[in-house]
């Protein structure tokens, strides 16, 4: 009950050297890509590929889930984020829930595990301890590969209190609520940072992936916009500041 109590109430839980040295580089070598969408200017020059589907048991990941809250869980999604040496891209503030919060699910029925592939000493996961208890509006940008994100939207960020930098090892694993307002740096160091997602959610509760689809058709649109707009067919595109 304490490690339940102390989850609800901070929205996270570090369960330290869960997975072996072994492990990690296993998820590592075994990852596979997936390339979405090839991109138009002025993205075409960029590396777009995602990481997914790595093979691994989550067994000892899902028996954790359940300590902390007493239900049973599946692995719906797994993906890995190389966060590459001198130039991976960050993560803005935000919360897993705003890509599900249109489906019949609440957000109880999720949880997301967050494991280090190797020790994390730069860009390492940052969150505010208790900002878990509503869902925040956010708003949709491109990072520098084209790939579509959300962020909190800065006027809620600002009122949000008790920042914490995850100090994380090769192996440990960050089990949080999907409501949880979360973000890393980018990697401006000579390391990669490989990390590894696990999104769980309640076993026989059903959950629609087609929202993918239509990150990518939306990445392509606001693309277009910034085509037509250079070739003077439209007005300024949302987001474009110069």
Sequence with gaps: ??????????GYHLEKSLLSFHDCKHILKQTTTHNETTKEFPYSDCDTVRIFNFEYDPRLILEVAHKITGKNYE??????????????SGEYYHQDFWWRKDEDLPNEVYMQCFVALTDL????LMLFEGSHNKLLD??????????????????DLDKLTNLKTVHMHQGD?????????????SNPFQYDQPRAVFQLKEVGKSTDKSNFDMRKHKEIEILQKFIDYKKGQNSKPWGYTK
């Design 138 to 155: 956010h708003e949709m940008f491109l990072d520098k590969t084209g790939i579509s994100k959300y962020k909190v939207k800065n006027n």
């Design 1 to 10: 009950m304490i490690l339940r109590d102390n989850y609800n109430i901070k």
């Design 173 to 185: 694993a960050l089990f949080f609520n999907y409501l949880l307002v979360h973000g890393s740096s």
């Design 75 to 88: 692995s719906w999604m797994q993906k890995v984020n190389i966060r590459n040496r001198y130039d991976g």
């Design 121 to 124: 000493r730069f860009c390492p």
